[in-house]
Structures are given as structure tokens and as C-alpha cells.
């Protein structure tokens, strides 16, 4: 069973994850999910597959009024991220769902029409929260070609989409990044393979590097805290990726 | 937790309506070939002469039920496409059921207003297959209707048959006509059996 845990309280505004659940089913990986609030209104950030909608609604419901769930942060358009927008949009038709304009077309084929999306300009920009605002983070490339991130500039939190995901073992499966070399040894595979622009990894890395961040949120694995944050961003810098190419083209190993 | 025995027994519904519609083009092209068939045997029948006039007017109105034939197939099949999209919702209010029923929790449960969302879903699903219901219904009425066009049909074979012994010269091309219209009527009302059984067992 997935739980609500809180990452930031400070008033009205804060960050709760729904993460870890271990029963889920084997076939599907596993998600996490931000519910960013602010006054009455909050966010919900890749609310996940179809197949686990009943988990994330259980936990966040159990600990949280649902109808105050106003937004859906898309970060980009795979299954396990926006799935279950059709049940979330049953549940309340109002919700309003941002992602990158280039999906616009693509994200109905999971529910909602012409009014459910806001479509996200590729240089992202400010979107409005209960009366603050979050900073939307160009992140694209990682992996999807219309791909963002979420910062909270007050929380000093970086919700990051698939960077940062680890497709950890169960018995290494906290919350929290405990050991960051261990950790990273479950990302490596996943970052080569499903990034593919080493130009985007350095220029997400550089403005991520200037960025205040005390917890970097990825949608899969354990939360970065502290200096794992820039100890995550200085091994993405330095990681080769666009591995999927050179299985195909061996030649470009050392190219690369 | 749902099963793929569960959604195999849904799209049951589906495969029947799939069937339904493959019996619909049967009987189509089979009442065009009776069309043609009957044409020819006016057009064979002239070389009778005046005592293959009783063969003639036989033809003649095994052509007109032809054309009611298909034309009757027309509505049938406006029917089937509207029980595609209703079955279809059906299957989505029921599969989003299955998710909301899924969530556990005293406390979420009422959160989530969940007995207002299922029970909303399921209005949605009765009213649904009582539509599918008269939808049913009124293909099982004009199958029967077609399959008695298909019996005034054979009587009309039949008699072309006896018609035909007076052709003369022609008689004997006529009887194989006759006989082929015979042969094509009985197989359009064996397929419309097939498709009325077909809607008696999804009814029942
Ligand atoms: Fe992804
Ligand atoms: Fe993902």
C-alpha cells in the first residue's frame, strides 16, 4: 500500500509524496507521486499509470481532500506518468492538466479534451499555485523531446521527471537517498539508455547547478537530499548516454 | 482486482456484435447474387416465349425481395455500428468502475466521494445496456422480418421451379436458375437464423 509522506510543511504550503509500494504489481515499475499545495489549491506531478490510479488515489485520499487537487503537472507524456488521467478527470472534470505544448495532441488519446491541457511553451515559464507561483524547468531531451521539471523556489525543491530515477531493489528502497554510490549504480543503466543528448545533459546540469535545491524529486527511486543533489548532478554531467545508439553503431563508442 | 476471464467475458459482447455484422455482409452479398440470378432469369425466360411468362413474373418478384433483402440489411447494420460505440462505453464506464472500486480506505473512500462516483457509474451502465437491450431487441425483430421475406422467397423459387417445366427448349436452363435462386434463398435464411440466435443467447 502506497502512504502519504510529507517532504516540506511550512504553513499552508507543502510537498507530500505518495511512494513506495511494495505491492505493486511486478510488471509495472514503480512511481512517485508530488502533491505540491499551497492555500487551497494543489498540484499533482506525473500522477501515474492507469493501473495504479487505485493505490495513489487510496493513499492521497486517506490523508488529503482530493477535491482540492486543481492541477496536474505532466512532465512529459509516457504511460507511467499521465495513464490515469481519464480516472483522475472522472473523478473531477474541472482538473486541469499542464505538459509541453508538442503533446497537446497526444495526451487526449488518455482522457480529457481541448480544456484539460495547458500547454507548456518549450521555454517553460511561471504557472500559478494557490496564489504563489512554481518555476516550470525545460528539461527537454530527458528523455522525452518535450520534457519538464517542476521547482518550488520557497521549498527549494526540484521535482525532476524521469532524471535522477532509479529502479531501485526492494531491500534498497527508502525514501531517501541513504548511500549515494550504491544508489546511483540502479540509475546508471536507466540514464545511458533513456537519455540521449549528452548537449542536454550539460545544459540542464549547468542551470540545475546554479539552482537552490535542497531535494531533487525524481519520479522513480529514492529522493536526493543535501549534497547528494549536486553529487547527482556532477555524475549526470560526466555520465555517457544515448547508450541505445551504440549498441547499434559500436563504432561510436569511442566517439562519444 | 480485475481477471482477463472477467474482460474476456465483457468483450464476448463485442465478438457477438462482430458476428452479427459478418452475417449482416453475408446476407448482403448473397441477396445481390439472387438479385443478378433473377435478372438473368428474366432475360432467360424471353427466350421461352409466352409460356415462360409464369417463370417471368416469378423472377421478377424474387428480384423486388432481393432489394428489401438488403435494404433491410441497410438498417440492420446502422443498428450493429451503434451497438459497437454502446458496447464500447459500456466496457469504459465499466472498466473505470473497476479502478474506483479499487480504492481502499474508510477514509479515502468517503474523501473521494466514492459512493457518489460508482453509483453515477453505474447509472451509466444500466442505462447503457438497457439501450443495448432494445437495441437487441430490435435487430431480433427485423432479422424476423427478413427471414419471412426469405420464406415468401423460397415459395417464390418453388413455384419458378414448377414454371419452369413449361420453358420449352429453355426449361432446362430455367429449372438450374431456379434451383440456384432456391439454394442462394435458403443459405440468406440460414445465415439470418444464425444471427437471430446469435442476439436470443446475448439477450438471454
Ligand atoms: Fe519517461
Ligand atoms: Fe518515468
Not at chain 1, 477535491?67 to 472534470?93: G, M, T, Y
Not at chain 1, 547547478?209 to 522513480?220: F, R, S, V, Y
Not at chain 2, 467475458?9 to 448473397?30: P, Q
Not at chain 2, 443495448?132 to 420464406?151: E, N, T, V
Request: some cysteine; aromatic content about 6%.
Amino acid at each position: 500500500m502506497k502512504r502519504l509522506e510529507t517532504l516540506y510543511s511550512q504553513g499552508s504550503h507543502q510537498w507530500q509524496v505518495i511512494a513506495r509500494d511494495p505491492e505493486r504489481a511486478t510488471a509495472l515499475i514503480d512511481t512517485n507521486e508530488y502533491l505540491v499545495s499551497h492555500g487551497n489549491e494543489a498540484m499533482l506531478t506525473d500522477p501515474g499509470g492507469l493501473e495504479i490510479f487505485p493505490v495513489v488515489f487510496s493513499a492521497l485520499a486517506a490523508g488529503f481532500d482530493p477535491r482540492r487537487v486543481k492541477w496536474i503537472f505532466a512532465s512529459h507524456q509516457d504511460p507511467d506518468v499521465i495513464s490515469s488521467l481519464s480516472l483522475w478527470l472522472e473523478f473531477n472534470p474541472a482538473l486541469r492538466c499542464y505538459a509541453s505544448r508538442i503533446w497537446g495532441s497526444f495526451l487526449p488519446h488518455y482522457g480529457g479534451d481541448g480544456g484539460t491541457f495547458i500547454g507548456l511553451p518549450d521555454e517553460g515559464g511561471k504557472i500559478p499555485l494557490g496564489g504563489i507561483e512554481l518555476d516550470v524547468v525545460p528539461a527537454h531531451y530527458l528523455h522525452s523531446s518535450g520534457n519538464f521539471h517542476l521547482y518550488d523556489a520557497r521549498a527549494r525543491i526540484l521535482f525532476s521527471g524521469d532524471v535522477g530515477a532509479a529502479l531501485t531493489p526492494p531491500e534498497e528502497d527508502a525514501l531517501f537517498v541513504a548511500d549515494f554510490d550504491r544508489h546511483i549504480r540502479h540509475a546508471a543503466g536507466f540514464h545511458r539508455r533513456f537519455m540521449g543528448s549528452k548537449a542536454a545533459v550539460l545544459d540542464w546540469c549547468e542551470r540545475a547547478a546554479a539552482m537552490e535545491i535542497d531535494l531533487l524529486c525524481p519520479q522513480h527511486g529514492s529522493v536526493y537530499q543535501g549534497a547528494d543533489v549536486m553529487r547527482f548532478i556532477n555524475w549526470f554531467a560526466e555520465l555517457e548516454v544515448g547508450s541505445g545508439l551504440r549498441a547499434v553503431r559500436p563504432e561510436l563508442q569511442q566517439a562519444a | 482486482m480485475h481477471s482477463n476471464i472477467e474482460m474476456a467475458a465483457r468483450s464476448a459482447d463485442l465478438h457477438a456484435i462482430v458476428r452479427i455484422g459478418d452475417g449482416i455482409r453475408g446476407v448482403v452479398d448473397t441477396a445481390r447474387e439472387v438479385n443478378l440470378a433473377a435478372l438473368n432469369a428474366m432475360l432467360s425466360s424471353r427466350r421461352g416465349g409466352d409460356n415462360a411468362v409464369g417463370f417471368r413474373v416469378a423472377s421478377a418478384e424474387l428480384r423486388e425481395i432481393s432489394h428489401r433483402l438488403m435494404d433491410a440489411m441497410q438498417d440492420l447494420t446502422v443498428l450493429v455500428s451503434s451497438m459497437v460505440s454502446e458496447v464500447a462505453q459500456r466496457q469504459r464506464r465499466q472498466r473505470n468502475h473497476d479502478y474506483f472500486q479499487r480504492v481502499e480506505g474508510e477514509r479515502a473512500r468517503a474523501n473521494g466521494n466514492l459512493p457518489d462516483i460508482l453509483g453515477r457509474q453505474e447509472g451509466d451502465m444500466a442505462r447503457l445496456s438497457a439501450l443495448l437491450g432494445q437495441r437487441r431487441r430490435a435487430l431480433h425483430l427485423k432479422a424476423s422480418r427478413a427471414l419471412r421475406l426469405c420464406d415468401q422467397g423460397l415459395t417464390l423459387s418453388r413455384s419458378a421451379l414448377v414454371e419452369a417445366a413449361y420453358g420449352g427448349a429453355s426449361a432446362p436452363a430455367l429449372k438450374q436458375v431456379a434451383e440456384q435462386l432456391a439454394q442462394s434463398i435458403r443459405s440468406v435464411a440460414e445465415t439470418l437464423g444464425r444471427v437471430r440466435a446469435e442476439l436470443e443467447e446475448a439477450g438471454s
